[in-house]
C-alpha cells in the first residue's frame, strides 16, 4: 500500500451533504472537517448542503448532485445511526445502483479502534450511483476523521497502489 509519485495527483469533484434536524453551517463541526481535510488534500468541494432527517429531501439532493457532471463523489454526513430519525442509509439505498459493503465494514473496523464496540450503532455504507460514488458517514467528527484518514483520502487519490476508486471512475457506467 503506497503513493505511486510517478502518477500525477488528480483532484475530485465532491459534494458535501450534512443530514440534520438540528446543524447549521454555523456549527457543523463536522462538515468543516470534512472540507478541511478534502481540500488540503487538493480536492474541489463542488458543492455544500444540509437536509433535514426526511428520505425524500436527502433522496431529491442526491439526484441532482448525481446528475451534475461537475459532482464526481457524494459524502454525506449524519443520519447513519439506529434511532428513527436516521434515515439516511435507507435513503442511499433507494438512489444507488451498487452497494460497496467493504466501506462500512472497514470503517467500522478502523472505528473500533477508537470507540472500542460502540462502532456497532453505526450503518456507515456506500455505493455508486450513475457513475457517482456516494459514501455516508456518522455525524460525528471522529467518526468523518477515521472515514476521511483511514479509507477515502487514499480511495479517493489515484497515485495509491494497488488500486482505488479514481481509476475505476471511467468505467463506471459500463454496460
Known sequence: MAIDESIAFRPVRIALLTVSDTRTLADDRS???LVQ???????????????????????RKLHAWIDDPQVDVILTTGGTGV?????????????????IPG??????????????TSTIQSR?????????????LPGSTGAVTDAWDGILATQLDIRHKPCNFVELMPRLMER
Open 83 to 99: 434511532t428513527g430519525r436516521d434515515v439516511t442509509p435507507e435513503a442511499l439505498a433507494r438512489v444507488w445502483d451498487k452497494e
Open 124 to 136: 456507515a455504507t456506500a455505493g455508486v450511483a450513475r457513475g457517482t460514488y456516494i459514501f455516508a
Open 37 to 59: 481535510r478534502l481540500t488540503a488534500a487538493g480536492h474541489v468541494l463542488a458543492d455544500r448542503a444540509i437536509v433535514r432527517d426526511d428520505p425524500e429531501a436527502i433522496i
Open 103 to 116: 466501506f462500512g465494514e472497514l470503517f467500522r473496523w478502523l472505528s473500533y479502534q477508537s470507540i472500542g
Open 31 to 33: 462538515g468543516d472537517r
